[in-house]
């Protein structure tokens, strides 16, 4: 079983930055594709990035050149590095990692910014 908890996430003005975490707990495993998702409120939930196990990358239009999403294998850790932060990045981000075929999904982490 996988477990995975993220952290990172609060109250920043517009402008700012945060930098989501998302620890995979367990070991024996490697995570094939991790991703980072967001619901704001009223919304459906929506793809912000994603990162497959060669490094490829890909991002939703609303956030390519203000976002960053890594991962650290050794850890079983990914990363979303959100800079120039908009009103409208709002919403609670989970993490989403595909290990062995199965979905695993965070608690989630709310992010809210301030106009």
């Known amino acids: 079983q996988v477990q995975l908890v993220e952290s990172g996430g609060g109250l920043v003005q517009a402008g700012g930055s945060l930098r989501l975490s998302c620890a995979a707990s367990g070991s024996g495993f490697s995570i094939n594709v991790l991703g980072w998702h967001r619901q704001a409120p009223g919304k459906q939930r929506e793809l912000v990035a994603v990162?497959?196990?060669?490094?490829?990358?890909r991002y939703a239009d609303s956030v390519k050149g203000r976002f960053t999403i890594s991962r650290d294998n050794a850890k079983n850790t990914g990363y979303l590095q959100m800079n120039s932060l908009k009103p409208e990045d709002t919403a609670v981000y989970y993490c989403?990692?595909?290990?062995?075929?199965?979905?695993?999904w965070g608690q989630g982490t709310q992010v809210t910014v301030s106009s």
């Open positions: 989403n990692a595909i290990v062995a075929g199965r979905d695993y």
């Open positions: 990162i497959v196990s060669g490094g490829s990358t």
